[in-house]
């Protein structure tokens, strides 16, 4: 039972060193009095690859923005690598890499000269490295062979790409990227989530916003999900998959009799469609061997019979609601 | 992992602050002389000296010696023919009214704000320049610009002078004579000093940059303000703020041409410049680093 509560509490909702981003009570009122972010408390624990979740206009983007620096928050404070945002960005953002709210190159410049101008505006940057540098990151994003390019003539997805490499220009302890996935082709998306394991894999901490939910769900060990402004909910993601509950299927040609069975043992949200009866998954306690042994017993004929797991996405329309529209 | 991020997970990094501001100024540079819309502003500049010198050789005839003092246009533009050394000079009359801030305007105004209309602002700061540094780093590309874009008008102009026109010993305004070689150096100190006359309306552009986030918006209101401070600056009934305009002693240059040099009005250029460059310069620094990069 200690078990059970050391997992589900865990470090991620503890305020403490192992955090390497934290924010408390942040708040970001735009001048024509939008709130756009209200009261944020995140804890992004370290080492994890923490999915930023959120419908369109919910506030990732301007939480993002505050972490960086760029914009100053209403009330509140911001901790990024331990450190206060904006006050220490000289010292923080160095280790940093960044993509936010899309690419924006020099369009009269080429890839590899855009990774220069950027890498020249860090003045922790070694010019010495700086060719070889720009030549690894440029290999990792796969635009080598677009390295001499004029970044006007760059597709989207190149675009994008150029972004990730100029986050990637020196080893970084936290990359935050704003929707990274934006404009990429298949493969580009597939590389992109190996990238990302692999950096993680290394020790860097990655804060990645995406509407791409499977996406979330294959890369990311932790999320959090916001919706106008506030945050609904953070943890690990099997455990935000895990509250919106299961369900579970039985087909059968005996429809009704396994109504019955199911009903007799406390199952609940009982549907039936043809031969395909569903419930509510039951709580964890219930072997479900136990059940289908049940069913077979009441002389159900049991063709299938198994638990469908929530996915991510079903949490998230759980928590965010079904509407289309954005939040005004 | 390719042998190019080995190298650069082993190198260490180390700071050395005099670089690192180096570096960006470099890269400021780089990217702006490369430009095409810097390429063709100096070119616009150099072409200037080139249409004065063609007027000139074809209004006097094949070097027939016009007389001194006929016909307006700006200053010097009677010695030409005399000496194709007064093309620099006649040149930067020419140009100091209105090409050569329009062109400054142009350069100072997209500074910071067409960074911010391109997105690579908030790039920039991430990676992070400091905005400070940043500031200071487009002022100073903006400064040497002004150099820059003087000292093509200069160059052009001498060039177009020795080949349309004799050239020689240079009489000073106060009516001596001295040497090619020490009129040269007049020249360059010329060239300078109208560069050093745009100092104050750079900080300013500089300041009106910072302001939007639209550079065709901050370069228009540059300019904008150009013309009319001009304006301002012919009306008699005005007299009382002419001392404080920008302009009012831009044409000051013409006093190294006298002998001896008569220094009043060139240092109080040079002190209004100072004065316009630390107002707007901290008003700069004010608004850029307090400002939300929201785009
Ligand atoms: N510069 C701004 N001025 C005023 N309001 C703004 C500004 N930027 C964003 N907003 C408002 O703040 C809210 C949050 O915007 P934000 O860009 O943070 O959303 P987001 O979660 O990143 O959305 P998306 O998924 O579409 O990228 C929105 O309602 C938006 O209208
Ligand atoms: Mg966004």
Partial sequence: ????????????????????????????????????????????????????????????????????????????????????????????????????????????????????????????????????????????????????????????????????????????????????????????????????????????????????????E????????????????????????????????????????????????????????????????????????????????????VRAFGVERASLEDAFVALTGEGFDVAG | MSQAERTALAA?????????????????????????????????????????????????????????????????LSQVTNNGLFLVFAALSATLPVFLPMAVGVIAGDSVAGEASGGTLRYLLVAPAGRTRLLLTKYASVLVFCLAATLVVAASALAVGALLFPVGEVTTISGTRIGFGEGMLRALCVAVAVAASLIGFAALGLFVSTLTNSGIAAMAATVGVLITAQILDTMPQLDAIHPYLFPHYWLSFTDLLREPVYWDELVRNLGLQALYAAVFGSAAWARLTTKDIGV
């Avoid at chain 2, 990094?13 to 063709?40: C, D, I, K």
Wanted: charged residues 20%; glycine residues 14%.
């Fill in chain 1, 1 to 216: 039972m200690t078990d059970t509560a050391a997992a589900t509490t865990g470090p991620e909702t503890e305020p403490g060193p192992g955090a390497v981003i934290e924010t408390r009570g942040l708040t970001k009122r735009y001048r024509g009095g939008q709130t756009a972010v209200d009261g944020l408390d995140l804890t992004v624990p370290s080492g994890s690859v923490f999915g930023f979740l959120g419908p369109n206009g919910s506030g990732k983007t301007t939480t993002i923005r505050m972490l960086m620096g760029l914009i100053a928050p209403t009330t509140g404070t911001a901790h990024v690598l331990g450190s206060p945002m904006p006050a220490a960005a000289r010292t923080v953002l160095p280790q940093v890499g960044t993509l936010i709210e899309g690419p924006a190159p020099y369009g009269f410049l080429t890839g590899r000269d855009n990774l220069a101008r950027f890498d020249s505006a860090d003045p922790t940057s070694d010019p010495r490295t700086r060719r070889a540098r720009v030549a690894g990151a440029l290999d990792r994003v796969g635009l080598s062979a677009a390295a001499g390019k004029k970044a006007k003539a760059y597709s989207l997805g190149m675009k994008q790409r150029l972004g990730l490499a100029a986050a990637l220009l020196q080893p970084r302890r936290l990359l935050v990227l704003d929707e990274p996935t934006n404009g990429l082709d298949p493969q580009g998306m597939r590389e992109i989530r190996a990238l990302v394991r692999e950096l993680a894999a290394e020790g860097t901490t990655v804060f990645l916003s995406s509407h791409l939910l499977d996406e979330i």
């Fill in chain 2, 12 to 76: 260490p990094r180390t700071p050395g602050r005099a670089l690192w501001t180096l570096g960006l100024l470099r890269s400021e540079l780089t990217v702006m002389f490369r430009r095409w819309r810097t390429l063709a502003l100096l070119g616009v500049l150099a072409a200037v000296p080139v249409l004065i010198g063609i007027a000139v050789r074809i209004e006097t005839g094949d070097g027939s010696r016009g007389g001194p003092g006929d016909g307006g246009g700006p200053a010097f």
């Fill in chain 1, 218 to 301: 294959q890369v990311c060990t932790h999320a959090a999900v916001m919706a106008r402004g506030r945050l609904l909910v953070q943890g690990p993601v099997a455990a935000l998959a895990a509250g919106a509950r299961g369900r579970l299927t039985v087909t059968t040609p005996d429809p009704a009799a396994a109504a019955g069975v199911l009903t007799a043992h406390g199952a609940t949200g009982l549907v039936t469609e043809g031969d395909r009866v569903s419930a509510d998954a039951p709580p964890g306690e219930v072997e479900l061997a136990d059940l289908n042994a049940a069913l077979v017993r009441g002389g159900v004929r």
